[in-house]
């Protein structure tokens, strides 16, 4: 591991906060420990509020700059970034799975999608589209055109504790936006090591500082960025309780927000439905990074015709999983990403029990070699009724819950009946069935899936939800317009100046 701090840049001590190659911080010292071994990864000083305004201020001069450039010209900067990006993938990508937890091939995958999204960004550079329309007034042409907002605040989740960033970062520079980037407290260093990578490409380039900031610290450095008037437009990733943080104080300033928060995610498998198909994607779904995505799949709503066979399907695949170092990629599930994690985990099958559930596949924290950091715990599964209060929760953890259904408008209900709409699927090789759940009567969610799980999205479509998950929406599809302010243009080319709606204003 060391091999690798050292080739992203990262010391025993590092400044948290950076403009480009400027580093500094003056608060106190965060130390990041891996969930894997619980070893000390390494310390990273803190923002403080002076630090956090010194950040600001160069942000706005950038901007004043990046801005003036060509949109194709910002995106081959996001070209060059994610060709760096290729070529730090392997030392990035493990270091995604040790700050955090999740499995080598996961971390791997996580560096992928930035790529991916720079390459979506790079392309979109030259479609930044505006519309013309047909004015009521002769020799008038209306358009509408788009433009920067300025500063783009990103505040991450330690999840995805790098993917997430670029989602935004990318999308942001082409738009001609400079992004100052709060990353978790549980895994800082991710951030300085993507920082470090875009120096490289700002110094090639002879670019300011300030296009690219990172801002380490707590909720209260959030504080500041959430109710900074100089930051129009905040991306916040993380739970409901956060989102509703948020979107109060950028809503009292008039700000915009971009909120991705809480999931609590179903599949219905149909009696329809391909079983082989349906088991895989399941178990990777509930427990792919430990549960702890925001996709992860919490229930399963199962008709009560192939109920039982699912449920032994279950518990035979659960017993083959192994549970082990992520970065050992023969085994499926590395560990939560600290010991609060593992008591929500321990509180949530004690509140599976306390509420009439039954747990057929025993949960528990695993002890003894290997599993020397208190992070490792047994993936769950438990028989409940959808209307439980534990189930209407997000359980950020691989416990799965098992429901069984009489129809599909029944099982419909119970996928849309919690306060979260991120993701959701069908497992049935039925056509009525696929697209009933398609339908304005199907899903409430942000995400639909046939036949495939809850968890992963592809970078081409705006990923998001609604209700409880926030409404916000990131990545692919028109998902560019929220980094950019829209204006519409009006341009009188004649000798005239006639008046909407007909209106005589006669001066005589």
């Not at 560990?335 to 009439?356: F, T």
Request: aromatic fraction near 8%.
């Amino acid at each position: 591991m060391q091999k690798t701090l050292k080739a992203l840049g990262l010391k025993e001590i590092n400044d948290g906060c950076s403009t480009g190659q400027n580093w500094f911080a003056n608060g106190e010292i965060l130390e990041s420990y891996s969930p894997v071994d619980g070893k000390l990864i390494a310390k990273v000083k803190t923002a403080t509020q002076e630090d956090y305004q010194k950040i600001v201020k160069t942000a706005d001069e950038a901007f004043k700059y990046w801005r003036t450039l060509p949109a194709p010209k910002r995106g081959e900067i996001v070209r060059q970034f994610g060709d760096k990006l290729r070529a730090k993938k392997a030392d990035l990508g493990k270091l995604v799975s040790y700050e955090m937890g999740k499995s080598l091939q996961e971390g791997l995958g996580e560096v992928q999608e930035m790529i991916d999204i720079c390459d979506f960004a790079v392309g979109q550079a030259r479609m930044l589209y505006g519309t013309q329309f047909h004015s009521e007034r002769p020799k008038h042409r209306m358009m509408e055109q788009w433009h920067p907002l300025g500063i783009v605040g990103i505040i991450s989740a330690f999840n995805f504790p790098v993917a997430v960033w670029a989602w935004n970062t990318a999308l942001a520079w082409i738009c001609g936006d400079v992004c100052i980037w709060k990353p978790s407290e549980k895994t800082p260093l991710c951030s300085i090591a993507c920082q470090n990578i875009w120096n490289e490409v700002a110094i090639e380039n002879d670019l300011p500082e300030g296009i690219s900031s990172i801002v380490n610290g707590d909720h209260v450095v959030g504080a500041l960025m959430t109710e900074d008037p100089r930051l129009p437009l905040i991306s916040a990733t993380g739970s409901t309780r956060m989102g509703r943080i948020v979107g109060t104080a950028v809503a009292e300033r008039f700000g915009k927000s971009i909120l991705e928060l809480g999931g609590n995610n179903a599949i219905i498998i149909t009696e329809n439905a391909d079983l082989h198909m349906t088991i895989v994607g399941a178990v990777f779904g509930a427990v792919g990074t430990a549960g702890q995505r925001c996709t992860s799949t919490r229930r399963l709503i199962i008709h009560e015709s192939v109920y039982d066979t699912v449920k032994e399907n279950l518990i035979k695949a659960y017993g083959q999983l192994k549970i082990g170092d992520p970065l050992d990629e023969k085994n499926h599930v590395g560990p939560l990403i600290d010991k609060e994690a593992v008591r929500n985990y321990q509180s949530s099958i004690e509140s599976i029990i306390a509420e009439g559930g039954r747990i057929i596949v025993e949960g528990g924290v695993l002890e003894g070699r290997g599993y020397e950091s208190g992070c490792y715990v047994k993936p769950a599964i438990a028989e409940a009724k959808n209307d439980m209060a534990i189930v209407q929760h997000e359980t950020f953890a691989p416990i799965l819950y098992l429901i069984k259904y009489k129809t599909l408008d029944e099982a419909i209900d119970y996928q849309n009946a919690v306060p979260q709409g991120l993701s959701s699927a069908i497992m049935t090789t039925n056509m009525r069935e696929a697209e009933l759940f398609l339908s304005a009567m199907g899903s409430d969610c942000g995400i639909a899936n046939v036949n495939i799980g809850t968890s992963g999205a592809e970078i081409g479509g705006a990923f998001g939800g609604e209700k409880e998950t926030g409404g916000g929406r990131e990545s692919g599809s028109d998902a560019w317009k929220a980094y950019m302010r829209r204006q519409t243009n009006t341009l009188n080319w004649g000798d005239t100046l006639p008046l909407a709606q007909g209106i005589k204003f006669d001066l005589g």
